[in-house]
């Protein structure tokens, strides 16, 4: 890999997007990369959570490098960054925002489950500015994360807004100073991974695919079919559960 970083310790991934020099801005190579990274954490039976960060403290990502542009608009399988259009994803993913993620870099943290922000990031659609229309889901994303009106500001103005404000907007999770992010990334994984990892992916895709139902009724009339949701019924860690709280003792989760 020549513009990301890949890190895989105690079944967490880590995904650094390594261009510091350029704000971590996305060419097309970058693309490529992310797609096999987020390809192979998905495969991956030993790796529970990803996060997502960027090198240096300057930026998360400032979107895609205008400079380096694939005139033809294209992207890998998974959409931008491989990440965007990666419906099936139903591990959880982190971004942890070190500093500006404006244009597509604020589409990538959105289509991440959590945003962990530093108190020096920054985020925004400034796509317009430049003749261009934020197309990487943000637009659609940002709507529902944080409603239509608070959205449509966001959007319609182009303009920044801070960790704090993307706190009281509701898309960012929690704000850690600098020197804390990394420890509070750390303390959100500790806290999915004490639990079993196929109910996490039960409750993501639950979560996601209800959202697309037509009200509450049919989404819970369908979840049994949701392929998530139908694993963790007969998989080993809904055994292990109860037997472990029976034998009072602290459960061994398998992801199987």
Known sequence: MDFITVAKAARVTTITLNRPEVMNAI???????????????????????????????????????????????????????????????????????????LGGGFEVALACDIIIASDTASFGLPEPLVGAVALGGGLHRLSRQIGLKQAMGLILSSRR??????????????????GQLQATVNCWCADILRASPMSIRASKETVMRGLGETDVEAAMRHQPSYPAYAAWRISEDAKEGPAAFAEKRPPEWKGR
């Open 27 to 101: 060419n097309p190579a970058m693309h490529a990369e992310l797609q096999i990274a987020f390809d192979d954490f998905a495969a991956d039976p030993e790796q529970f959570v990803c996060v997502v960060t960027g090198a240096g403290e300057r930026a998360f990502c400032a979107g895609s490098d205008l400079k380096v542009l694939d005139r033809h608009g294209r992207y890998p399988k998974n959409g931008y960054a491989g990440l965007i259009e990666r419906f099936d994803l139903n591990k959880p993913v982190i971004a942890a925002v070190n500093g500006l993620a």
């Open 161 to 178: 807004v801070s960790a704090d404000e993307g706190l009281k907007l509701g898309f960012v999770n929690e704000v850690a100073s600098t």
